[in-house]
């Protein structure tokens, strides 16, 4: 086994660090505050290359491995959480889905501009009644000849507002249950389409969170992703690389955290010395660091089954269930070390705490994660 990075994959790792740094973290407290998109960091990020990592260069994409794209999600969510989720569903879901089911007019048609950047993707499964159970799907995708006439709404989707191209689950054929979905892809403007506000959440308060709502939107049948019915395999084979995502994300937060609580234990005094040196810190930073270090190689080892073509379903689904986890208990220790200075808003550990939640939910919760790892255990 060879632990080691390849210069590549430093290399990537440390753009990315100096970006978070540079870009990101100037001002990533006001985004917070005010519920602010990051659009000028967003169209940077496209310009670096960081919205269509693992695309091939032919549709003008990274060409880079899954191990390139956890780095770089580690990196950029240890400073904006907010900006790092945009970066993960328009990596994770919309670009990978649409480059590995895609036809060749739709990845020219799309994917080109989404892995610039150019423009920026949504993935639509979940609804008001269909967030775990996504088999139940209420929206509907009407055949009706050369078109889909769809109808329904959407709950919870991230880059709601800002997004170009919507990848929409729909259910055709209710008798033929999750047989009879279609993946459709939707333009913003599509007459019928129509966006609702935007939520007013704990967390990643800087991504556009929004429901969406579909009357009678006339979708060509040119814009269905694959053969009929194809709809719901596409949306869990898609989730189960949007899970490494997403554990990266929970890594980077937790990182994020960690980092700023051994700089703030060796700053602070108390009792006479840095709280370093009291045995009751150091504890819990080494408990974090330990946790931290599982959840990574957690993370890696489901990029390297992706990328070596292996089964990651469970591998993915382990790394989402104990990163998220890890975010959770990392950011709530994080505040506790710094105390009361972790209670303000200027010390980043109290957003990083809030950020961490989602995660757990997000993208197939920590309870879904289970059954996913149980029954692969269990085959």
């Known amino acids: 086994m060879n632990f080691q990075l390849t210069e590549e994959h430093l290399a990537v790792q440390a753009a990315a660090r100096e970006f978070a740094q540079t870009e990101l973290l100037p001002g990533v407290i006001e985004r917070d505050e005010l519920q602010k998109f990051p659009a000028e960091q967003i169209k940077k990020m496209g310009e670096l290359g960081f919205m269509g990592m693992m695309v091939d260069p032919k549709y003008n994409g990274g060409g880079m491995d899954t191990i390139s794209y956890v780095l770089a999600m580690e990196e950029i969510s240890k400073v904006d959480a907010s900006?790092?989720?945009?970066?993960?569903?328009?990596?994770?879901?919309?670009?990978?889905?649409?480059?590995?089911?895609?036809?060749?007019?739709?990845?020219?048609?799309?994917?080109t501009k989404l892995a610039t950047g150019e423009i920026i993707g949504a993935f639509c499964l979940s609804e008001p009644e269909a967030g775990s159970d996504a088999t139940s799907q209420r929206t509907t995708a009407e055949d009706k000849g050369d078109y889909y006439l769809l109808n329904g709404t959407k709950n919870w989707i991230t880059n709601g507002s800002t997004a170009s191209v919507y990848i929409v689950i729909a259910q055709t054929d209710v008798a033929k249950g999750h047989r009879g979905i279609n993946a459709l892809i939707v333009e913003r403007g599509m007459e019928g389409f129509e966006i609702g506000p935007k939520e007013n959440k704990l967390g990643i308060r800087g991504s556009d969170t929004h429901s969406l709502m579909f009357t009678d939107v006339k979708v060509p049948k040119?814009?269905?992703?694959?053969?009929?019915?194809?709809?719901?395999?596409?949306?869990?084979?898609t989730l189960a690389g949007g899970r490494i995502g997403i554990a990266s994300q929970a890594l980077g937060i937790a990182s994020?955290?960690?980092?700023?609580?051994?700089?703030?234990?060796?700053?602070?005094?108390?009792?006479?010395?840095?709280?370093?040196?009291?045995?009751?810190?150091q504890f819990k930073l080494a408990d974090m660091a330990t946790n931290i270090e599982a959840a990574r190689l957690l993370c890696l080892q489901a990029a390297h089954d992706k990328d070596t073509h292996a089964d990651y379903g469970k591998s993915g689904a382990m790394a989402k269930l104990f990163a998220s986890k890890v975010a959770m208990e990392t950011t709530v220790e994080a505040v506790q070390v710094h105390g009361g200075y972790g209670f303000v808003k200027e010390y980043h550990v109290e957003r990083l705490m809030r950020d961490a939640k989602i995660t757990q939910i997000y993208e197939g919760t920590s309870e879904i994660q289970k059954i996913v790892i149980s029954r692969e255990l269990l085959k």
């Open 256 to 281: 994020g955290a960690y980092e700023l609580a051994v700089k703030y234990s060796k700053e602070r005094k108390a009792f006479g010395v840095e709280i370093a040196k009291h045995q009751a810190i």
């Open 83 to 111: 900006a790092s989720v945009v970066m993960s569903v328009n990596n994770s879901l919309v670009c990978w889905g649409l480059e590995k089911y895609g036809n060749e007019e739709q990845k020219q048609k799309y994917l």
């Open 222 to 237: 040119e814009n269905r992703i694959g053969e009929d019915g194809f709809g719901f395999k596409f949306a869990m084979s």
